[in-house]
């Protein structure tokens, strides 16, 4: 261990590594434990409680037992909570940031800028708690009054991905906890520590014992599938790759299970003739590059008019090339490592299969570092359509850039993939940018901005992109039943 400072430790070592089940830290019921690695230098950096399909059941029957209290406790208790450990969250950024790099890899400023937004999730929460209303109105033909009243769904499962290993969390827990929903979140194998220091967050903020559990588990599948065929389970929320998300909808038809589904995403980033390149460019970086390309919406192909695409890949390369790759808790380092080996290897597989096809590397296109999964900040020119990098998510440091001649070809090359997260979008003509928008089939558009992500806004997808919103207005809905009362008055 090495590698690992004082500090890295003192932070490492104020995570509880247990279950929280029920509101207490546990073993689990077999004893073992799940090691926690460092992408950068690829050591141990400490182990986690691995929970068993027993110690999920256990978790849901925590979560069942909470839920008639929880639903009955005021809103504004329940907000309060939700601010509270938005507070705390704030209080401690600094190790929660140090924390997040260590299991994750990302450089320390950008884990800082996630544990942001994963607390506003709660603070916008927290204010929406007190805002969940029905309705009451009189039947059209008279004789009747119609009462609408929103309750919360009930017991939850959550399972979350890795690459953002807070805030996909808070995105969910944050509306569940005002709406009065229980919990059981099973957060990605590779990142245990940052849910659980929420949870430990959480459990110093007052929220009730039950109401949030978290199992970190390396058997994903047997712990969640007992869960989502049990009739005491009432939603599932599920952040992670569209492959998994398909076998989770499937479980899921046995109980016709409320379910929403953020999955995976194939983001073309589009760059008319008419653009400002210095704010395309700019907005390239940061839809490229923020959290190492591996994000949902990071944009995963560039289709730019032909007229610019020259200018406009040899200034993002000069971009890119300027960018310091390393190890993401030392100063200066913008780029970390990838999570592990096989998303490097991944990555580096759609690059030789574009570079085979006829593309070109203006900068980087192979791994790098004597020890862990590092690859370099790429941008791929002249890339076929045929190159596997243009259908596949990459999840990684590489841009490739294409060419298209009309709108009509940039619609349809946009609109070309199984996916339908976001698109990014480049053009100072406002008509052509409502036109574009409305064709592009996304839950979400960029319009000259190369990040949409907002807790104030409904965040989703369309097509096998998944289905649901978290955040805005739209995110408490997926945690709430709607319920018609029929009131006789003649
Ligand atoms: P993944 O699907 O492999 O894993 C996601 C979660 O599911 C993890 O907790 C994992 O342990 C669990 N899991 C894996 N197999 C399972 C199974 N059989 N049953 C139950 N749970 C299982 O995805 P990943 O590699 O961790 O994350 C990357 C993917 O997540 C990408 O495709 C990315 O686009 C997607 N993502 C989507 C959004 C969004 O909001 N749309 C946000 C972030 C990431």
């Known amino acids: 261990m090495e590698t690992v400072s004082d500090r890295e430790q003192a932070v490492l070592s104020a995570v509880p590594t247990g279950l929280f089940i029920a509101g207490e830290w546990r073993e689990s019921r077999s004893g073992a434990r799940l090691d926690v690695e ?25 979560a069942v037992d909470a839920q008639q209290a929880w639903a009955e406790t005021a809103p504004r208790s329940r907000g309060d909570i939700l601010r509270g450990a938005y507070e705390a969250i704030m209080d401690r950024i600094d190790d929660l940031a140090l924390l997040m790099t260590l299991e994750m890899g990302k450089a320390v400023p950008e884990s800082k800028a996630e544990i942001t937004y994963a607390a506003e999730f709660l603070r916008w929460f927290s204010e929406e708690a007190v805002r969940v209303a029905g309705r009451y109105s009189m039947a059209p033909a008279g004789g009747s009054r119609l009462l609408t ?10 399972i979350t991905p890795w690459n953002f290993p807070m805030a996909m969390g808070t995105r969910k827990i944050g509306p ?12 990605a194998t590779e990142t245990p520590l940052s849910m659980l220091a929420l949870a430990s967050i959480f459990a110093e903020a007052g929220l009730p014992a039950g109401v949030l559990n978290v199992v ?35 479980q899921s038809a046995e109980q016709v299970l409320r379910v929403s589904m953020e999955l995976g995403g194939n983001a073309p980033f589009l760059v008319f003739d008419d653009a400002d390149l210095d704010a395309a460019v700019d907005g390239a970086v940061q839809a490229k590059m923020r959290n190492v390309g591996e994000a949902c919406t990071a944009a995963n192909r560039f289709h730019v008019h032909e007229s610019v695409a020259g200018e406009f890949a040899d200034r993002l390369a000069a971009r890119l090339a300027a960018l310091r790759v390393g190890r993401g808790t030392d100063d200066g ?21 574009a570079v085979g096809r006829g593309a070109s590397a203006l900068t980087g296109g192979s791994r790098t570092g004597d020890a862990g999964y590092f690859f370099e900040p790429t941008v791929l020119a002249d890339v076929p359509r045929d190159a596997r990098i243009l259908a596949e998510e990459v999840f990684g440091p590489v841009a490739p850039v294409t060419t298209f001649t009309s709108d009509d070809d940039a619609v349809a090359l946009a609109n070309n993939t199984e996916y339908g997260l976001v698109a990014y979008v480049f053009t100072r003509d406002v008509q052509r940018a409502l036109r574009v928008c409305e064709r592009l089939e996304t839950g979400m558009v960029g319009l000259n901005a190369g990040l949409v992500s907002n807790v104030a806004a409904p965040f989703g997808g369309v097509k096998a992109s998944g289905f649901g919103r978290e955040g805005g207005f739209e995110g408490i809905e997926e945690f709430l039943e709607t319920k018609y009362v029929s009131i006789a008055l003649p």
């Open 176 to 187: 569940a906890v005002a709406a009065g929903c229980t919990m059981v979140v099973k957060p």
């Open 333 to 353: 380092v913008d780029v970390g490592p990838l999570i592990n080996a096989k998303q490097r290897d991944t990555v580096e597989s759609l690059v030789d299969d």
């Open 216 to 250: 970190p588990t390396s058997s994903a599948g047997a712990l969640s599938e007992p869960l989502i065929r049990d009739p005491r389970l009432r939603k599932l929320s599920f952040t992670g790759s569209t492959q998994v998300g398909r076998k989770l909808i499937e």
């Open 149 to 158: 009243m929103k309750q919360p769904v009930g017991p939850c499962l959550f």
């Open 38 to 62: 460092d992408p950068a230098t690829g050591e141990v950096l400490t182990s986690v409680a691995n929970a068993t399909p027993e110690d999920g059941m256990d978790a849901l029957a925590a």
